[in-house]
């Protein structure tokens, strides 16, 4: 079964434009629903530390009106509403954006959904700011908080525990390591931080880099996976602990977290 992994949100305020992702364990159709359906988006979409999105109303059809309602948490209303431009079940969906917040702005937000295999990539666009730079930025981290809930909400429906957060510590062979590395070394941490680099990208990862100890530097990596035999798995592959050298990882299990 996929899982699900951290959203992630990119506001260009150069090109006035918003890119966001994220991988829902559940398959397209279930997360389609979950966007258009009136008895749907109030389950999820919002927290009750920001806001809550109380009524939703939809007509989704190409030209087809919708209006979400709800309340923030000082207690005042809102509203946002638009209009559908393409409709591509379930995987694809294309509507105009229209908030108060935003001075009425019109703009356009477009949902594609892939399958990937039991689960679903969702991509989003968020295109028409223009100069309003300061909007884009603000809807950008707003998207990375939707695309969140979303996620956690399907996932617990389907049942599927969240992913763990695992510290890990990289111990080098000596205290002076980083201090005097030789060229062999140099290239095998080249290769340890291309590795890094990857799993950054692919979501794994949620920061990595070295730490200044007093007693001697270590390396440290976040990781966001299902299980601490995930976590093990990962460092293990590492090309530093695959090279015979004596690095070696400590993970630990993160008893909470604040992101």
Same mark, same amino acid.
């Given at each position: 079964? *996929? ?5 992630? *949100?990119?506001?260009? !305020?150069?090109? =006035? ?34 806001? @809550? ?18 309340? #923030?948490? &000082? ?6 509403? #638009? ?10 969906? !294309? ?21 990937? #295999? ?5 991509? %989003? ?11 884009? @930025? ?7 908080? !939707? /695309?969140?809930?979303? #996620?956690?909400? %399907?996932?617990?429906?389907? =049942? ?8 890990? $510590? %990289?111990?080098?062979? $000596?205290? &002076? ?16 931080? &291309?590795?890094?680099?990857?799993? %950054? ?9 070295? !730490? ?21 798995? /990962?460092? &293990? ?7 015979? $050298? ?14």
């Amino acid at each position: 079964m *996929a899982g699900n992994d951290r959203p992630r *949100a990119i506001a260009d !305020v150069s090109v =006035g434009s918003i890119l966001a992702t994220v991988t829902i364990a559940v398959p397209p159709e279930r997360v389609f629903r979950a966007i258009t359906a009136e008895d749907q988006i109030p389950l999820w979409w919002g927290a009750d530390d920001m806001y @809550r999105t109380t009524k939703h109303t939809a007509d989704v059809r190409p030209g087809g009106a919708w209006r979400s309602e709800g309340k #923030g948490a &000082d207690g005042r209303d809102f509203h946002v509403q #638009g209009e559908y431009l393409e409709i591509e079940p379930p995987h694809r969906l !294309v509507m105009t954006w229209k908030a108060p917040w935003d001075g009425d702005q019109v703009t356009t937000v477009t949902y594609t959904l892939e399958a990937v #295999g039991t689960g679903t990539r969702l991509t %989003l666009r968020h295109e028409g700011f223009g100069a309003r730079h300061d909007s884009c @930025r603000d809807h950008g981290q707003g998207w990375e908080r !939707v /695309l969140g809930w979303l #996620g956690a909400f %399907l996932a617990g429906e389907a =049942g599927i525990k969240p992913p763990g957060v695992y510290h890990c $510590r %990289l111990i080098p062979p $000596r205290p &002076d390591f980083a201090f005097t590395l030789t060229e062999e070394e140099r290239a095998l941490m080249g290769r340890h931080a &291309d590795y890094l680099r990857g799993q %950054l990208r692919e979501g794994r990862m949620m920061i990595a880099g070295p !730490v200044a100890d007093p007693a001697g530097p270590w390396g440290l990596c976040i990781l966001r996976v299902g299980t601490e035999a995930e976590a093990k798995a /990962l460092t &293990d592959a590492d090309p530093v602990v695959l090279s015979g $050298r004596g690095f070696r990882y400590e993970v630990l299990p993160m008893m909470s977290v604040i992101m």
